[in-house]
């Protein structure tokens, strides 16, 4: 019966090779499914399972999610997982939202700290659920992606489309375009759309469950945005640019940056402005205003308005000021006015090409200086694959309007530029946290890869490279149908003209992880005589995890063999050690739907570890430099209820797949989380 239980777990990859199903731990089975484009099925029944089993463990792993600095930084996978956790055990969930925004993650050498998310996250849930959309979801909820597509013209189906840039001018026919959808019957008025949106929010506050999430969010709103102003008050009592202006300037949060803005996105869906204006008044930061709140009856609606206001205008105007957010100066033309080093990365990435025509000489500037070393450009929070593909874009670009090929020219180097800069501003950060010891990266560049997948194989694959100690640094092995190790050195030959190079590579539609041990790294090693101690000690596998099977006969009657097993032979056999590997998937999906996709060992497999996202802040892991003592003593303490771990053996010298998920959440910054329900 025991061996009957085993085939249960079996299962095949899309290319044939014998592979699991589950890594038989339902924590690590959820810390799985955690992962980009996830399956709704996947993470409601994996959660469920990983919460009978550890909770704790669970709600680390549901907060690793969300983790820019500590975990993966997937913000819309964490909405998911949150809102499974918000619909089953709500008063966990609300009690653990301000871990979401405290300065918990620590830098080496640092004494600023940063949140696992920001602001925003607490109004994208309140919005979403408002909206009912706060659950894992097949289809991302139109709150968070405003609807795209072909735009029509009603009365002119089958012409010539009408410039896009006609939509904007408002001029004839072409204002009733709609997103592929033609607009039948009378359409609601704004204030129809305004008295239906209300009508709903009241409903869904006669939700217990909703009003202590609404509740929470708006305190932790008028907390934070006291305590700014009360700095701000004082900065204004010193001399500005003395240092105990800067002093105070740095205890700034950015809560002011994301308070919805009364009639904005959230507030037209939350009304949250109204909540946190009130709570603000009842402080004492309006005091000005002789306006009386009673808790026993709602507040006039003239008087609500005068609150926010002032909520606007004297205190989300100010701090935003001090805080240097560019988009007000933006929208206001006030270009020459914007604080590069201030601007976030996101804003960079989206907005340089607008620095650029608006501000040539200054923007220019800021550039030359930070490619001197004398500022810093914001760039450590951005995916690595978001700047490769953007690189890559460049060289593919095509505009509506016709534009000149020198200023054409100009403004494609300015942007290399800046995504140089981001780049190594990224790598910079993520080498506070150490090196890794005699490592180097296998990138799959095979046909499954295709799209961006890609973009991220041979973006952590740099990121390894350029991490890795040497003499295992600049290099990585690509791996299709003919697996080739490559040298590639981004420091010194920029990273456009790195990946420009990487596009030479061979690139077939093969998976064949087999041959790159067996046929590439183990022949190599026999052939010079290789000693076991000089071997490669860990070897990073970025891919789908699609694998082709390493014989022919794998649906025979031959002993079950799957392509980690086969390399482990081969290994053995040829007297060396298998160095350890970490299987890092980065499917664009769930390949096989509902359920896990191919898996290449379980838990309990020595030598191990399993990944998967596109955050190298996971790399950290693995890093040898620094190693955070109290993640080290959380892990010999850990009382996880998995079978598979084995108590008799030093967990601080075990390399396994549960054991390094579990160094992975050990970290201090998920020390806070509480499990209430």
């Not at 309006?286 to 308005?305: F, G, K, M, Q, Y």
């Not at 200023?407 to 150490?434: F, I, P, T, Y």
């Not at 005589?529 to 860990?538: A, G, L």
């Not at 009657?557 to 980690?564: D, M, V």
Request: hydrophobic fraction near 40%.
């Amino acid at each position: 019966m025991d061996a009957l239980k085993t085939t249960a777990n079996r299962t095949f990859t899309e290319n044939g090779a014998p592979a699991y199903s589950s890594t038989t731990s339902p924590t690590l089975d959820a810390f799985l499914a955690l992962r980009p484009h996830p399956h709704a099925a996947n993470i409601s029944q994996c959660l469920a399972k990983a919460w009978e089993a550890d909770a704790e463990l669970t709600l680390r792993i549901i907060w690793n999610a969300r983790s820019i600095h500590d975990g993966k930084g997937e913000r819309e996978v964490f909405y998911q997982a949150f809102g499974w956790l918000y619909e089953h055990h709500p008063r966990t969930a609300i009690a653990n939202l301000p871990r979401l925004v405290e300065p918990l993650c620590t830098r080496p050498r640092k004494s600023e700290a940063m949140p696992h998310g920001y602001w925003k996250d607490l109004l994208n849930i309140v919005a979403l659920a408002a909206l009912d959309d706060l659950h894992p979801w097949e289809e991302p909820p139109t709150f968070l992606h405003s609807p795209k597509g072909r735009l029509y013209n009603p009365d002119t189906a089958g012409e010539k489309p009408i410039h896009p840039a006609r939509l904007r001018g408002g001029r004839g026919k072409a204002r009733r375009w709609v997103h592929s959808v033609r607009a039948y019957g009378p359409q609601p008025t704004k204030v129809e759309r305004a008295q239906t949106k209300h009508a709903r929010l009241e409903a869904k506050l006669q939700e217990p469950k909703f009003r202590a999430l609404y509740v929470m969010v708006a305190r932790l709103f008028a907390e934070k945005l006291a305590q700014d102003a009360s700095i701000l008050s004082q900065m204004e009592q010193v001399k500005q640019g003395s240092d105990e202006w800067w002093t105070l300037s740095k205890r700034l949060s950015s809560a002011g940056k994301w308070a919805p803005t009364p009639c904005g996105s959230h507030d037209r869906v939350t009304n949250l402005s109204t909540a946190i204006c009130l709570l603000l008044h009842e402080s004492g930061v309006s005091s000005s205003l002789r306006i009386n709140v009673s808790h026993d009856v709602p507040t006039p609606a003239l008087e609500t308005h005068v609150l926010r206001s002032f909520f606007q205008r004297w205190v989300l105007t100010p701090l935003r000021h001090a805080l240097a957010v560019p988009e007000p100066l933006m929208s206001a033309g006030r270009w020459k006015e914007i604080n590069y080093s201030r601007v976030a990365s996101l804003c960079m990435k989206q907005n340089m090409a607008h620095f650029y025509k608006n501000d040539p000489d200054g923007f220019e500037a800021f550039i030359t200086k930070v490619e001197s070393g004398r500022k810093k450009i914001s760039g450590a929070t951005l995916m690595p694959h978001e700047v490769v593909k953007q690189v890559h874009a460049l060289k593919f670009t095509h505009t509506r309007r016709p534009v000149p090929w020198e200023l054409r020219h100009k403004l494609d180097n300015m942007q290399l530029r800046v995504l140089e800069a981001q780049w190594a501003s990224l790598v910079q950060r993520l080498r506070e946290s150490g090196r890794l010891d005699s490592a180097l990266a296998v990138c799959d560049v095979s046909g499954s890869m295709y799209g961006e997948p890609i973009h991220v194989a041979l973006a952590l694959s740099l990121i390894t490279a350029q991490l890795a100690k040497p003499p295992f640094s600049n290099g990585f092995i690509t791996f299709s149908k003919n697996p080739q190790f490559q040298l590639v050195d981004v420091e010194k030959n920029g990273l456009a003209r790195t990946l420009g190079d990487m596009m030479k590579f061979g690139w077939d539609m093969n998976t064949d992880l087999h041959a790159v041990f067996v046929k590439l790294l183990l022949p190599l090693a026999v052939e010079n005589k290789v000693k076991p101690e000089d071997m490669i000690k860990t070897l990073f596998v970025f891919s789908d995890m699609q694998f082709d099977e390493a014989t022919t006969s794998v649906h025979s009657s031959a002993p079950w063999e799957t392509s980690h097993d086969a390399i482990e032979r081969a290994y053995k056999e040829a007297g060396y050690e298998v160095p350890q590997i970490v299987y890092w998937d980065l499917a664009a999906h769930d390949i096989r739907g509902q359920g896990l996709s191919a898996i290449p060992v379980t838990a309990n497999k020595k030598g191990v570890a399993l990944m998967n996202g596109f955050s190298p802040a996971m790399l950290k892991v693995f890093m040898s430099d620094v190693i955070a003592e109290d993640a080290t003593e959380e892990l010999k303490e850990s009382t996880v209820k998995d079978e598979v771990a084995k108590p008799e053996e030093d967990q601080e010298l075990r390399f396994d797949p549960l054991t390094n998920m579990k160094k992975a959440l050990a970290v201090a910054s998920f020390d806070g989380l509480v499990v209430v329900d």
